[in-house]
């Protein structure tokens, strides 16, 4: 009897079929659900960089162009400034309003425009020109009464011609400083008084163009004056036209740092041995 249920027992196969739980099927649904999720954002991720490296370039490209451009029209004051530059060097195709007088001033070597401070002397009511470019202080002959004779000494214009001077006068400024500013001006035949850097080193006064005032350090007080675009009328007392000029005037900024950065470029390449 036992040999008979043994047999039929192995004769009978049982299928089991092993069942997954409900638990690990749903985390599987919700993981294939969150990597669907975050394909999709890198996807979206990876159009908006491209979108924007696309942008930079064009907005680069542009750039360069504007300032190949600028490059081409621009000195390299008025590039770099703009119109707060204060020296120009020809060619220039900066334009501004600037108030050119009808007379002819006196000028540096280069024909400069900018804003310049005028201050007012609260005795004589006279308008000084405040330039630091200019060596000396120069008085208009023409304000003065007296016959004056022509010294030997000699100023000059942009063209390198002689302005005449009249030999000097003691002047007393009253600028507002409450300070004695006394100095001996040239007497010159130009056509604005100017104050110069020998007069401003002198009583260590500071030139503020943004708040159109001359500053004092030693008693804290500024004279307010008008700052406005002319010709600068820079005095100097060494004429323009000798071969050190001459060899500045060939060789513009521009090609200064071209030959600069060959020089650079030629470093870089260059390679030291050590043996």
Same mark, same amino acid.
Not at 30 to 47: D, F, G, P, R
Not at 72 to 89: E, M, P, Q, S, V
Not at 129 to 153: A, H, M, N, P, R
């Given at each position: ?30 993981? &294939? ?61 900066? +334009?501004?309003?600037? #108030? ?18 005028? #201050?007012?002397?609260?005795?004589? &009511?006279? +308008? ?12 208009? &002959? ?8 022509? +010294? ?27 300070? &004695? ?20 080193? +002198? ?14 350090? @030693? ?12 010709? @600068? ?40 041995? @050590?043996?």
């Amino acid at each position: 009897m036992a040999d008979r249920m043994h047999e039929y027992n192995l004769g009978e196969v049982a299928a089991v079929k092993a069942s997954k739980p409900e638990y690990c099927t749903s985390e599987l649904r919700e993981m &294939k659900l969150q990597i669907s999720e975050l394909s999709e954002q890198v996807e979206t991720l990876n159009a908006r960089f491209a979108s924007l490296n696309a942008r930079k370039r064009h907005s680069r490209s542009r750039s360069e162009s504007r300032n190949r451009e600028r490059n081409n029209r621009l000195c390299f004051y008025h590039y770099k400034f703009g119109d707060r530059a204060h020296k120009c060097i020809k060619p220039c195709s900066f +334009q501004n309003n600037v #108030v050119k007088p009808s007379e002819i001033s006196v000028t540096s070597e280069t024909l400069v425009y900018g804003r310049r401070l005028y #201050v007012q002397d609260r005795i004589t &009511k006279t +308008q000084f020109l405040v330039d630091t470019g200019s060596d000396v202080s120069c008085y208009l &002959k023409s304000y003065l009464s007296e016959v004056l004779k022509l +010294q030997g000494t000699t100023l000059f214009a942009a063209n390198g011609s002689h302005i005449k001077t009249f030999g000097s006068k003691l002047l007393s400024l009253d600028l507002g400083l409450q300070r &004695k500013l006394q100095w001996p001006f040239v007497i010159a035949d130009i056509t604005k008084p100017i104050i110069g850097a020998d007069f401003l080193q +002198q009583f260590g006064l500071l030139v503020d163009l943004k708040k159109r005032c001359l500053l004092d350090p @030693i008693t804290n007080l500024k004279c307010m004056g008008r700052a406005v675009f002319s010709e @600068i009328p820079n005095v100097k007392t060494i004429s323009g036209n000798s071969e050190y000029h001459e060899l500045l005037n060939r060789y513009t900024l521009n090609s200064i740092e071209r030959f600069l950065d060959s020089k650079r470029e030629r470093m870089k390449n260059f390679s030291f041995s @050590i043996f």
